[in-house]
């Protein structure tokens, strides 16, 4: 998917809380919005290139959103908000093995407690609920999930499993931001309780993804599937 607004880059300086940043763009120093509340520690390093995508919405206190960062020679979205666009986008042209047969796309769909970002279905009824997550921890070409502890993240793992007690598909999708990865894991030094929940869900049925991205700096789109390693 093409992001079709203004990319602008620029250079990182610093982070001084979850949601925002300041960026030296051009002469000038601004602040602007990072949609991502993860750590990305490895990444938001004073002085990396970062891009910024223009929002001009007359509401907002900043006028960018920080949307990609260069880790060396690497390219790695870190908007929060893009994997489920990606994901929509590579069900529609039946990109994600497996999902194929489901042609029917709903989003933001409640279960038990839980809103999974997907609900598809098939022609002949089949119902299938589907969570995204955004993966940017990256090392060596090792792709690892939560960058932060994540309550969330494991409560969604364990209500797929009830989903997929109570007859429907259920299904885990990480979407790696960046394209050189080759392998996934859960991240059991941040975050011990997801990477349990995560081998619970798969003993108990619940497919797992993962797949990198090819990332430049005005879109993004799903590539390959990787190694998954639990």
Request: some cysteine; proline content about 5%; charged content about 30%.
């Given at each position: 998917?093409?992001?079709?607004?203004?990319?602008?880059?620029?250079?990182?300086?610093?982070?001084?809380?979850?949601?925002?940043?300041?960026?030296?763009?051009?002469?000038?120093?601004?602040?602007?919005?990072?949609?991502?509340?993860?750590?990305?520690?490895?990444?938001?390093?004073?002085?990396?290139?970062?891009?910024?995508?223009?929002?001009?919405?007359?509401?907002?206190?900043?006028?960018?959103?920080?949307?990609?960062?260069?880790?060396?020679?690497?390219?790695?979205?870190?908007?929060?908000?893009?994997?489920?666009?990606?994901?929509?986008?590579?069900?529609?042209?039946?990109?994600?093995?497996?999902?194929?047969?489901?042609?029917?796309?709903?989003?933001?769909?409640?279960?038990?407690k839980s809103r999974f970002d997907f609900k598809i279905s098939s022609d002949s009824g089949e119902e299938y609920f589907l969570e995204v997550k955004g993966v940017t921890l990256e090392e060596n070409g090792y792709a690892r999930f939560p960058d932060a502890p994540t309550e969330r993240g494991a409560r969604h793992l364990l209500e797929l499993v009830e989903a997929k007690k109570q007859g429907y598909g259920a299904g885990a999708i990480f979407l790696i931001q960046l394209k050189e990865v080759s392998k996934f894991s859960p991240n059991d030094a941040g975050d011990k309780e997801f990477g349990e929940a995560l081998r619970y869900a798969k003993a108990n049925g619940v497919d797992i993804f993962a797949y990198n991205c090819i990332v430049t700096e005005e879109s993004i789109e799903i590539n390959e599937p990787v190694e998954i390693i639990l």
């Open positions: 998917m093409r992001y079709n607004k203004n990319i602008f880059k620029a250079e990182f300086i610093n982070r001084p809380n979850r949601f925002h940043a300041n960026v030296k763009l051009g002469e000038e120093e601004i602040k602007v919005h990072v949609p991502n509340t993860g750590r990305c520690k490895e990444l938001l390093i004073p002085g990396c290139t970062v891009f910024l995508r223009e929002e001009n919405n007359p509401t907002r206190k900043t006028p960018y959103d920080l949307m990609a960062v260069y880790k060396g020679e690497k390219l790695i979205s870190i908007d929060s908000h893009i994997p489920n666009k990606v994901v929509d986008e590579a069900l529609k042209n039946k990109k994600i093995k497996g999902l194929e047969k489901y042609t029917n796309i709903l989003r933001e769909k409640t279960f038990g």
